[in-house]
DNA sequence: GATATCTGTATTAATTATAGAACAGGCTTG
DNA sequence: CAAGCCTGTTCTATAATTAATACAGATATC
């Protein structure tokens, strides 16, 4: 293995990744993948930097922010060290024992209103509803925060017909399938798909984050009996304070490898109950 | 230095974001939650660079890129406009009616061992599994294929006492789960947390994706019915070729608004018989 | 304590990104 | 057709990133 002879990474520029934040994306997976354990060193800058293409400036440049986020642990002439929380939270590692107790653990969730308009939906929320032509939706945006920092960016859209129900302090404090309720409609059942996206400027200003990172990404829409879409939620979530987690047990017979989800969500995931709906 | 007096992003560039490609993350943004309408046109390149505070050339390198993905079509003399994939498929937006019924539209997925190994496991892991120290796993990196193309990159750990009963043949052709039947173990129950990370590297790589790119993230414990782990799993998907749905319906009382799964997988959504484990 | 290794720091030079401006040519509207 | 707005292209100047190198201070090893 030569420095720079293998083909890959020569153009690409122009709206890709510079070489430092590749270097910091490299180390922060070779973290992730539990290459190191806790305390463990690091090879040296110099071997380091051959490894991954850069010079040593630029790696330094990429340790630099990982000691920022308290990845690692650097010791002036002794060498880089893995932080005890490096291999643990906020990583693409294991998640299941990490912070997802958050309403057991006494903490409290609040939420700041952002924007609270009636605008013409999108065409895919125009879809989702099911809206005829023409028909505005409530559009509010707000931020779920835990203790103070904010860890999910929701968007709801209503049809304009049901949200005239309400006014934007209703929203600021009470639960929106809440208020549906009190609007006499009836949520029957909902369809949610679960992805990933990257946090936009906007979002990232919003959950105090920096532009670039990953966001977990529920989109739900919820029925009436009838079949009716009466709420749409487009929910942004911070991964390293929030994630879902299901238990799955065996369902009958052996053939087949079929799975029976026990619990879903993100909040509350060693229980019994039926699981909440998230925001 | 001036020019920009707004408050925000004078500093934080060191491993941060280009402004190129911060002006990329932005209008892509804007374009995910539905501000544009499929063949509409945008702000003039003057407008735009001048709301987002980038120079045009800037600004520019944005819309190659944009251009490049199929999001946006530019017509000289005229403007640019929203494509008609722009809303829709590989963005934020709704995914409940893109492809996740993959399999059911004929489609056949592969797939490719890309290491096979037996390593001391990563503290998360052994945590998962609860191994006793010194126990090695065996690990498996796979990619699975839909069609030719990588959808998601699989890396598997299973304690090497169980591994030992099959070979890397056999990996690369029969489901995990199967093979620790065939060996006599029953799985019994799973925990799975979902989660977002970036993509570094050698993933990209794999995916055939760019590093910096968002990933839907799956980690999964098996246990057997004693509540020892038998395989853990930590999954890697494009959210762009796959995503989790589920319905869920209203479950009994009208107070608490708890809700029941129905169904839960990336690839089965509109189904009554019980979820496969996802890989 | 001597020596090697490592991080921290500084300097220089080459490459790349970005801003700003000017101009050419296509589209649109009247 | 003419005027105005738009994208496409080119140019120059400035700023930032990156590489390469050298050296100082700290730490570990023998």
Do not use: C
Request: glycine fraction near 10%; avoid cysteine; proline fraction near 6%.
């Amino acid at each position: 293995m030569d420095s720079a002879a293998d083909g890959g990474n020569e153009r690409s520029f122009r709206a890709g990744l510079s070489r430092t934040r590749g270097a910091y994306l490299a180390l922060r997976d070779r973290i992730a993948r539990g290459e190191f354990r806790p305390g463990e060193r690091f090879p040296g800058e110099p071997t380091l930097a051959a490894e991954l293409g850069v010079s040593r400036v630029t790696l330094r440049h990429a340790l630099d922010r990982l000691e920022a986020e308290g990845l690692v642990e650097r010791r002036m002439g002794s060498g880089t060290y893995l932080s005890a929380r490096g291999a643990g939270s906020p990583l693409v590692a294991d998640l299941a024992n990490v912070l997802t107790h958050l309403v057991e653990m006494g903490k409290r969730t609040s939420v700041k209103l952002l924007s609270f308009t009636y605008v013409a939906p999108s065409p895919d929320i125009a879809t989702a509803l099911q809206l005829p032509e023409g028909e505005r939706v409530q559009r509010s945006e707000r931020v779920r925060l835990i203790d103070g920092t904010p860890f999910s960016y929701l968007v709801t859209s209503v049809p304009e017909s049901i949200g005239i129900g309400w006014s934007e302090v209703d929203l600021a404090k009470k639960p929106l399938l809440e208020l549906l309720e009190r609007a006499g409609l009836v949520a029957d059942h909902a369809r949610q798909t679960i992805s990933a996206a990257l946090a936009g400027p906007e979002v990232a200003r919003a959950l105090g984050i920096e532009p670039g990172s990953a966001l977990l990404s529920l989109t739900r829409t919820v029925f009436d009996p009838h079949g009716r879409g009466i709420e749409h939620l487009q929910a942004l979530y911070r991964p390293d304070l929030y994630s879902f987690q299901m238990d799955l047990v065996r369902a009958g017979h052996r053939e087949g490898r079929r799975w029976r989800p026990v619990a879903v969500d993100g909040l509350k995931p060693h229980d019994d109950r039926p699981p909440e709906a998230a925001e």
